[in-house]
């Protein structure tokens, strides 16, 4: 998985909680992103990064909010998660040379609000 | 809005056969496109990207065509084998943009 890690892999929590997934990469790549996969979709982009303390919204940023203050680390954080955000989470990491706009994605975190 | 999409969900092929699964996109300002393959489980792996001052390109037995006039894209996949069995998604970076957009992906099932 391209020196990504995501943590926690599972988790269960309740309506009204906080909750934060964490994404680690050892590439040292400018971009990071984190997207979220429920059946019968593709991948929709959360919120991305461009650099540390960089960060842009993307197409279902509504409940999730990011922070970047290491080039590694980017965290995804639920204020008060809800049952809709009940999904599988990918973090993927991109280049910043040469037009290669490949994404590299980590292993998804499976997060089930109940 | 603007959006990636797929023609077929679901694609049945003969081991050996060739495969070829389609995806159209909309937004003529889109200037490069990936293939990713995804098994149970795992996150999306790349396959195989082109620009889009590209027609053809060709991988390991994977190739990408572009149809820039149609908006077409399609992955062909030769003499398609089990572990070929995945879900495949098509995406496109908008010009100007550093995130890609995914379509919502073709399950290609290979039959022994």
């Known amino acids: 998985d391209a020196g990504i890690t995501q943590s926690p892999r599972h988790k269960v929590t309740e309506t009204g909680t906080p909750v934060t997934l964490r994404c680690h990469q050892t590439?040292?790549?400018?971009?990071m992103y984190w997207y979220r996969q429920d059946p019968g979709h593709g991948l929709r982009l959360i919120h991305y990064?461009?650099?540390?303390?960089?960060?842009d919204k993307g197409e279902v940023s509504d409940g999730y909010s990011v922070s970047r203050s290491k080039t590694e680390d980017f965290l995804l954080t639920l204020e008060s998660a809800t049952s809709s955000q009940t999904s599988v989470y990918f973090c993927?990491?991109?280049?910043?040379?040469?037009?290669?706009?490949?994404?590299?994605f980590g292993p998804g975190t499976r997060l089930t609000v109940t | 809005g603007e959006s990636v999409g797929l023609h077929l969900p679901t694609l049945s092929v003969q081991e050996g056969d060739n495969s070829i699964i389609n995806c159209a996109y909309s937004?003529?300002?889109?200037?490069?496109f990936i293939w990713y393959k995804q098994e149970s489980g795992k996150g999306p792996q790349f396959i195989i990207d082109?620009?889009?001052?590209?027609d053809k390109r060709q991988g390991q037995r994977v190739t990408v065509l572009l149809n820039k006039t149609v908006k077409h894209l399609s992955l062909q996949i030769a003499a398609t084998q089990p572990g070929d069995s995945a879900v495949y998604f098509c995406?496109?970076?908008?010009?100007?943009?550093?995130?890609?957009?995914f379509g919502s992906g073709t399950r290609l099932q290979v039959q022994p």
């Open positions: 993927a990491i991109s280049e910043s040379e040469g037009g290669n706009y490949e994404q590299y």
């Open positions: 590439e040292n790549h400018r971009y």
């Open positions: 990064s461009y650099g540390v303390k960089d960060t």
């Open positions: 937004n003529s300002a889109s200037d490069y």
């Open positions: 082109i620009r889009s001052n590209m």
């Open positions: 995406a496109e970076n908008r010009t100007g943009r550093r995130a890609l957009t």
